[in-house]
């Protein structure tokens, strides 16, 4: 069982900066590829961003790309998204997932096999 817990979400103005933390617990973490996916009212959840489990391999959405930055700390079991310049269509629930035991890149969410319980963004124009 892998327990995954998201925090750093909140209300901000378009053009702000927010750093999202993913906080993981109960297996080794850094043997896991993790991802961020969001989820806006009314829409499918939608794939973010991405990392091998040694943090050497990135990949994003064509939405967010060079505006946000997926990062790990495997001593701190750790995965940050930095989320800069943001607009207010970035508004939405995000989410970070784990795939176990693998490394790689995956952008579909049925790839993954525990989530977290998600944190709220939301940017105001």
């Known amino acids: 069982q892998v327990q995954l817990v998201e925090s750093g979400g909140g209300l901000v103005q378009a053009g702000d900066s927010l750093r999202l933390s993913c906080a993981a617990s109960?297996?080794?973490?850094?043997?896991?590829?993790m991802g961020w996916f969001r989820q806006a009212p009314g829409k499918e959840r939608e794939f973010v961003a991405a990392?091998?489990?040694?943090?050497?391999?990135?990949f994003y959405a064509g939405s967010v790309k060079g505006r946000f930055t997926i990062s790990r700390d495997n001593a701190k079991n750790t995965v940050y998204l930095l989320t800069d310049s943001l607009k207010p269509e970035d508004t939405a629930v995000y989410y970070c997932?784990?795939?176990?035991?693998?490394?790689?890149?995956?952008?579909?969410?049925?790839?993954?096999?525990?989530w977290g319980q998600g944190t709220q963004v939301t940017v105001s124009s």
């Open positions: 997932a784990t795939r176990t035991y693998v490394s790689g890149i995956y952008s579909s969410a049925a790839k993954y096999n525990y």
């Open positions: 109960g297996q080794t973490f850094s043997m896991n590829a």
């Open positions: 990392i091998t489990w040694s943090g050497g391999n990135t």
